[in-house]
């Protein structure tokens, strides 16, 4: 059963990384993040911790496992993205022009996020919204 969460939490990270990766692309993103296996290793650690908090917030609280998936990631990622934020606005340094695109990509991706690990969850535990 844990397998089953352990990959849609690591699909929701790869969704969250295509995102970040298109925005980068389009040059929304900029950052000066290099990208290597420690921090692709960490970043879907980072998920799979984030995933299994949103599971069991979701198998405890059962009001809040009644929502629709959609809803349920659309607050689990804002919220998950003021903490990555939070944790994270020392380490990374964004041109001053670009700090609200690349504010509003990493949104996105963090909602993306969301979306995919509770539809993930919502499917595997069977709550009926």
Same mark, same amino acid.
């Given at each position: 059963m844990y397998l089953k969460y352990s990959i849609g939490f690591f699909l929701a990270s790869l969704a969250q990384g295509g995102v970040? $990766?298109?925005?980068?692309a389009l040059g929304v993103l900029v950052t000066d993040i290099r990208?290597?296996?420690?921090?692709? @290793?960490?970043f879907v650690l980072a998920g799979q911790l984030a995933g299994y908090l949103l599971?069991?917030?979701?198998d405890n609280i059962k009001q809040i496992g009644k929502m629709l998936p959609w809803?349920?990631? $659309?607050?689990?990622g804002l919220i998950y993205w003021v903490v990555a934020i939070a944790v994270l606005r020392h380490f990374v340094k @964004?041109?001053?022009?670009?700090?609200?695109?690349t504010l509003l990509s990493g949104?996105?991706?963090?909602?993306?996020y969301g979306f995919v690990a509770a539809y993930s969850i919502k499917r595997?535990?069977?709550i009926e919204a």
């Open positions: 970040l $990766l298109l925005a980068s990208v290597s296996f420690g921090a692709a @290793v960490y599971w069991y917030i979701l809803v349920i990631g $659309l607050f689990y @964004v041109p001053k022009d670009m700090v609200l695109p949104m996105v991706a963090f909602i993306v595997f535990l069977r």
